[in-house]
């Protein structure tokens, strides 16, 4: 892991998250999952959300190269939240692990069009292969 410590441009983006799912109706996010006012349930929903933008728009190399740039970031915030999900309690490491698990098909699938995209594997495989990784951590 890069860096130990949430960089601020990841903390402002978790706590956007926070706020925005605040006001929301029904149960909103767990308080097990919340980590100083930062629910990591809600990032690791962001973090998501970015990959499929992220690859949404990849048509060609040069919209795959755009889309790893895009990819390495994500994967660099993954492993601001692997650092501090053991840091929950032990319902909140539960709930993650089954949002985790949730996310983990679509994910997978995600990296899959990838595969069959000759070319393009090459730029956003590795990328992609790597956070199918780095959410397995989160199981």
């Known amino acids: 892991m890069k860096n130990r ?8 983006a978790m706590l ?14 767990s308080p097990e999952m919340e980590l100083g006012g930062i629910n990591t349930g809600e990032v ?3 973090l998501l959300a970015r990959t499929e933008r992220a690859l949404a728009g990849v048509q060609d190399m040069a919209s795959a190269q755009a889309a790893a740039a895009e990819l390495d ?8 939240l692997i650092y501090h999900v053991p840091k929950l309690s032990e319902k909140g490491r539960a709930e993650m692990g089954q949002k985790a698990r949730k996310a983990l098909p679509d994910l997978e699938a995600m990296a899959a069009r990838i595969g069959g995209m000759p070319g393009l594997d090459e730029i956003l495989g590795p990328s992609m292969n790597t956070m199918v990784d780095k959410i397995k951590l989160l199981l």
Do not use: E, S
């Open 5 to 12: 410590h949430v960089r601020p441009a990841v903390m402002a």
């Open 16 to 29: 956007l998250i926070a706020v925005a799912g605040a006001g929301c109706g029904g149960g909103g996010p």
């Open 44 to 46: 690791l929903k962001g």
């Open 73 to 80: 970031a994500i994967n660099d915030d993954f492993d601001d």
